[in-house]
């Protein structure tokens, strides 16, 4: 929940395993009992990549899954594209060595309340490695009905299609080059889907009968953003930002949001997506270029 007090810790810990599933992207399993019990979807932990101080700061990686039954849930799971020394040093990792990280981190998804009669149906979309927190949420909202659409640049890349369909989702995938699915933007097959969704319930208080959450190139969730606002449409979405903190600390997340109160279309104030977000609804996103 927003607000809840965060209960943040540095932990060493254990890899368990550290798998490439697709060209140039790996998944990590770490043993954290204690982030796993106590994250929830759209959090994130700061991995500290190496040793030494090459590179100096942790890599902030979105909590893809948590593994383990009730009380015994231990597995933490990370899903990573390799873009930088960071990123490269980690998947060089084996099982069995140990890694240092700081979580859970941020706010997460906010999940529908669980007696919602009838539950909302909900789509979840992701471009590229912006499925990483998606997993995790999709298991939450198992009883709910789930509609998922993958983007990814080629059919090699699409990510993460099995785990949604054991969950029961139906999957819709969009390449960019056409390999598979739909040829296009994810965007594009998101604004047919939106345009088919049930109207609003309009009871004011309580959730519409449709919700979106998204992840994704920043691009890709301001447009995915300004749809749902306009079709006043519940929606969530989950920022990628650099982070150097993870904290709040340094300031070097800060993300221009709409303000508060304010109704004039371009005000706007300074949120960190480290704190504040990495999760922030749709009708505070504003695009880069206001
Ligand atoms: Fe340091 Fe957000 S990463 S304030």
């Not at 991995?47 to 942790?58: A, H, I, K, N, Y």
């Not at 899903?79 to 979580?103: C, M, N, P, Q, V």
């Amino acid at each position: 929940m927003k607000g809840e007090k965060f209960k943040v810790k540095d932990v060493k810990t254990k890899i368990l395993s550290n798998r490439e599933i697709a060209p140039g992207y790996f998944k990590m399993a770490l043993d954290a009992p204690y982030i796993a019990k106590n994250a929830r979807p759209g959090q994130f932990v700061q991995v500290r990549c190496s040793d030494g101080f090459d590179p100096f700061l942790r890599r902030p990686f979105s909590i893809h899954r948590v593994k383990g039954e009730g009380s015994r849930v231990k597995e933490v799971e990370i899903l990573y594209e390799i873009i930088g020394k960071g990123t490269e040093i980690l998947s060089r990792k084996k099982a069995g060595e140990t890694i240092d990280i700081l979580g859970p981190l941020g706010n997460g998804f906010t999940l529908p309340p669980s007696t919602l009669h009838p539950p909302p149906s909900t789509l979840i979309v992701a471009g590229g490695i912006g499925v990483a927190p998606l997993v995790f949420l999709a298991e939450k909202l198992a009883e709910i009905r789930i509609t998922v659409l993958l983007g990814a640049k080629t059919k090699k890349l699409i990510l993460c299609e099995k785990e949604f369909k054991k969950l029961g989702a139906k999957v819709h995938i969009t390449t960019d080059d056409g390999t598979r699915g739909c040829k296009g933007f994810v965007t594009d097959l998101f604004k047919k889907m939106l345009c088919a969704m049930p109207a609003l319930s309009g009871v004011e208080g309580r959730y519409a009968p449709c919700a979106v959450y998204a992840c994704g190139p920043r691009v890709m969730l301001e447009c995915i953003a300004d749809m749902c606002v306009k079709k006043d449409v519940e929606c969530e979405v989950s920022l990628e930002e650099k982070m150097a903190c993870g904290i709040g600390a340094c300031l070097g997340c800060a993300v221009r949001v709409k303000g508060e109160r304010s109704r004039a279309e371009d005000s706007y104030i300074y949120k960190l997506a480290c704190k504040d977000g990495p999760v922030f609804k749709a009708n505070k996103i504003i695009g880069r270029q206001v």
